[in-house]
């Protein structure tokens, strides 16, 4: 492997071009009937509007009455509503000049609102001008219904919750996961007066001084306005009434809350009573869920025996990278693990059980957190004979009981911001295990505030968190997510109950920073009655399924987890035969073999992945772990059969991602593939555009008959996530996309189009047709009975490669399509974040291999890569001559 990457290493990708878009002029989003109807009805519009504000205005202050006789606790100085907006022209930051605070930005244009001005006079003032015509009164038409706040639980309730919600008793004590919205601190800067908004310098010096003025405050100050909303939220729900609190973390002494640019998020214990005036009356919270339930695969014991007594694990390099295993504890004395355990941080996070983190794992049956730490130093299985050095080097993060649980009084978010402090401040740890996930299908609306503190952690530090994608039971029922044998005596058979919505990824699995990874068959069983559910290279039976939140596609990759033996097609019983189970290394703590093949499961899954990007770490220590999370996802391939028919590549998309990665093409080339990549990190802006070219060799260019190379593009980036808003385009500080040039369009020109495309509506064509990509840009969504929309421009129609914030796809042309030059544009777009000046960092890798020949593709690229070069720098020595004579 090392003389592969030595010889065959990825070359650079070199920026040739980049620009910035102007500014958008505005306009060209489609008007609704409703909105045109609103503005051709100005009285009516407008009066039920002021209707609606004065039944709100005085239901609050009855409210706020009726607290006081009842001694319940007083409410934040806030009104609260929620608003019905054109979901295609109103802009939610729009209503700060309303005086409004954005608490959640909803689906189909819904929003709830909160204003100090109780009486809600900014609002009224603005309807006033819509009816009288006036300036300032444009956006009212856009606002369509202002209700108050008894639809609260609809919008603020998890679906689970929202089931139970007319069963909540008074008296019962319940812990919940909520979000409180909270002032934006980036927003507070972004108000900042625009000089473009001022007549002249002077003006704009005047303006700037008078914002100076009012909003002097030290970074500190700025943290105040968090803990006011806090100690608000917190004086509420500690009324004797309601006996609620906050639940802390274990390790320290800081509350357990996760702080977002817009909110926090925490773990409260209340009554039901409580809960209920929560979700109701205050003003700023946005969701309330319940605490996930949490599933591991069970172990089907087997006769499994394995003899690996002549093996000896080598320790590894002493600066060899750190992988962290965030589970149920790790034996550390394992004969195949010892040596590469660094023992120096290991610590338990389980309530009660601070110092019981060294000795063993302490789940039944062999271990969950053991066999994890096997995998990633053992993803092939273990050897027989000879030594072996470690790839890295391995922590002991132990967060689950030994009834293999979190315990609730654990909030996971808070948790995981620990041991990274932990781990990644005192030894630089960068890659950590996380084979740990709910039982129930994630939620598709609202991003958890467990998969946003992954989103978080990975933009704050250069982490990558490798997470299973969770596991459908054999037989263990539950009302989201029905059993195998379930789905079985329902009619619903393998594979096709894998597309369920029951099937999607469990939480955290849908954090968009997170590489998750979900588990395929290595073997087909077949021994009458006895048969495997799925065959070699083909999804694992209990394997969880994408799309993710907003239609991302997860799991990303898949990996070789095992899969279930049946012995009735209609009533089966499930094993678990040594040949359809992962080697493992197996904790034994309860006796039992040191090694043996008897568990399945996409946590065992996860960790062959980490291998390869602990792998990547060790050779390419300097660069981050986006490239290392790019280079993962490059390397991935679909089995064969998944390009029998396009349904069957929509199937295995939906359910194996972009495939199974392959270490050696993740680390190095061969002769007949080479991979070139951004080296350090890239940052960019919304708006700009930075183009990157690739050197085409002249033996691709001659017409003819040519050869098939396959184009392999993935781009990783990591942006600021904030939870308010339920769209990826606006839970993202800025978001990218990529795109390709066309043929013969060299990168001045290509640029030009980029960005003169910028602002152009989604629905428009856009690129070239020269690539049939497998995914695409965009995504098909049948609406008004369409069934193939225009500019839909991949094979898969119904997946996109731009959902998420890793972006592949791929595509095989001739060798003379590519042209003497072939150019990728990666695009910066806004988000949340309206800061011109915010940029974010990503990683590019283009692949090209030459499908069933033998021509030495590296060795061409590489020659055209020094020639290339030798231009760039004869243009540059040109230029300072021409300089020095000036």
Not at 527 to 552: M, V
Request: with cysteine; hydrophobic share 35%; charged share 25%.
């Amino acid at each position: 492997m090392s003389e592969q990457l030595n010889q065959f290493s990825h070359l650079p990708l070199r920026l040739t071009n980049q620009g910035t878009a102007a500014p958008p002029t505005g306009g060209g989003r489609k008007i609704s009937a409703t909105t045109l109807a609103n503005r051709g009805n100005a009285g009516g519009h407008g009066g039920k509007l002021k209707s609606s504000i004065s039944t709100i205005v005085s239901n609050w202050e009855a409210e706020r009455e009726k607290r006081k006789e009842e001694g319940k606790p007083d409410l934040p100085d806030a009104i609260s509503f929620i608003l019905q907006v054109d979901p295609n022209l109103f802009d939610a930051d729009a209503l700060k000049s309303f005086g409004i605070e954005v608490v959640a930005d909803l689906e189909e244009g819904y929003i709830i609102g909160a204003s100090a001005d109780i009486e809600l006079s900014e609002l009224r003032k603005k309807i006033q001008q819509f009816i009288d015509s006036q300036r300032g009164g444009g956006k009212v038409p856009e606002i369509w219904e202002i209700l108050d706040g008894t639809k609260r639980p609809e919008y603020i309730l998890s679906p689970s919750l929202q089931s139970q919600w007319d069963q909540i008793s008074d008296h019962q004590e319940y812990i919940v996961d909520v979000g409180i919205s909270c002032i934006n601190i980036q927003e507070q800067y972004s108000k900042c007066p625009k000089r473009e908004r001022c007549k002249s310098d002077a003006d704009f010096q005047k303006k700037i001084d008078e914002w100076l003025d009012n909003h002097n405050l030290t970074s500190e100050e700025w943290d105040d306005l968090y803990l006011v909303r806090e100690d608000q939220f917190e004086k509420f729900i500690r009324q004797p009434l309601y006996r609620g609190e906050i639940l802390r973390s274990v390790q320290g002494y800081e509350v357990g809350i996760l702080r977002l640019p817009d909110s926090f998020s925490c773990r409260i214990r209340i009554l039901g009573k409580g809960l209920k005036d929560l979700v109701l009356n205050f003003s700023y919270i946005f969701d309330v869920s319940e605490p996930d339930e949490f599933g591991v695969p069970s172990v089907i014991p087997n006769n499994s025996k394995s003899d690996h007594e002549q093996f000896e694990l080598e320790p590894p390099q002493p600066n060899a990278p750190k992988v962290c295993i965030i589970d149920s504890g790790i034996q550390e004395v394992h004969p195949k693990l010892r040596v590469a355990i660094d023992p120096t941080l290991s610590t338990s996070w389980v309530p009660g059980e601070n110092n019981m983190t060294a000795d063993y794992d302490y789940f039944r049956n062999g271990g969950h957190g053991t066999r994890v730490a096997g995998a990633v130093l053992y993803p092939r299985g273990i050897p027989k004979t000879g030594r072996q050095q470690a790839v890295c080097w391995l922590q002991n993060a132990r967060i689950l009981n030994d009834r293999k649980q979190l315990p609730r009084l654990l909030f996971p978010p808070d948790v995981l911001e620990e041991i990274v402090d932990i781990y990644y401040r005192q030894t630089r740890t960068r890659i950590y295990n996380h084979s740990i996930g709910g039982i129930s299908p994630c939620r598709t609306q609202s991003m958890t505030p467990w998969a946003a503190a992954i989103d978080k952690l990975s933009w704050e530090n250069d982490v990558l968190f490798i997470v299973s994608a969770g596991n459908i039971e054999a037989r263990a029922n539950y009302v989201t997510r029905p059993s195998i044998f379930a789905h079985i005596q329902a009619g619903r058979n393998y594979p096709e109950y894998l597309l369920q919505p029951s099937a999607r990824v469990a939480n955290p699995a849908q954090s968009f920073q997170a590489l998750t990874v979900g588990s395929i068959a290595h073997h087909t069983y077949s021994s009458p009655p006895l048969s495997s559910i799925a065959k070699e290279n083909y999804p694992s039976s209990f394997s969880c399924s994408g799309p993710g939140i907003w239609d991302t596609i997860k799991p990303e990759v898949v990996e070789y987890g095992g899969d279930y033996v049946i012995d009735s097609p209609n009533l089966p019983n499930f094993t678990t035969p040594e040949s359809v189970c992962p080697e493992l290394v197996r904790s034994t703590r309860d006796g039992g073999q040191a090694v043996s093949a008897d568990a399945v499961g996409t946590s065992f899954a996860a960790p062959k992945v980490t291998h390869i990007a602990a792998a990547l770490e060790a050779a390419f220590p300097q660069e981050s772990t986006l490239l290392y999370r790019a280079l993962i996802v490059q390397s991935a391939r679909l089995p064969g059969w998944t390009n029998n028919s396009d349904a069957n590549l929509y199937h295995a998309i939906r359910t194996m991602g972009y495939g199974i990665p392959d270490i050696n093409r993740a680390l190095g080339n061969s002769p007949n593939r080479v991979t070139l990549t951004t080296r350090g990190l890239e940052r960019i802006k919304a708006r700009q555009a930075k183009v990157y070219q690739v050197k085409v060799p002249e033996n691709f260019l001659p017409q003819g008959e040519g050869f098939d190379i396959l184009i392999e593009i993935t781009l990783s980036y990591v942006a600021e996530p904030r939870r308010t808003r339920r769209n990826r385009r606006k839970y993202l500080s800025t978001w990218l996309d990529w795109t390709c040039s066309k043929r013969g369009e060299d990168p001045d020109r290509f640029l030009d189009r980029v960005l003169s495309e910028y602002d152009a509506p989604e629905e428009a064509e856009k690129g070239d047709k020269l690539f049939q990509w497998t995914l695409g840009k965009r995504q098909f969504k049948p609406t008004n009975g369409q069934t193939r929309p225009n500019g839909i421009d991949g094979i898969v129609k119904e997946l996109s490669r731009s959902t998420g914030t890793v972006q592949k796809d791929w595509a095989t042309v001739k060798s003379y399509e590519l042209r003497e030059g072939f150019c990728i544009a990666v695009v910066g777009h806004t988000g949340w974040n309206q800061d011109t000046n915010a940029d974010v960092p990503f990683a590019l890798a283009v692949s090209f291999e030459t499908v069933n020949s033998d021509i030495n593709l590296y060795a061409s690229f590489v020659k055209a890569e020094i020639e290339a070069e030798a231009e760039v720098q004869a243009k540059v020595r040109a230029q300072q001559e021409i300089q020095l004579q000036s």
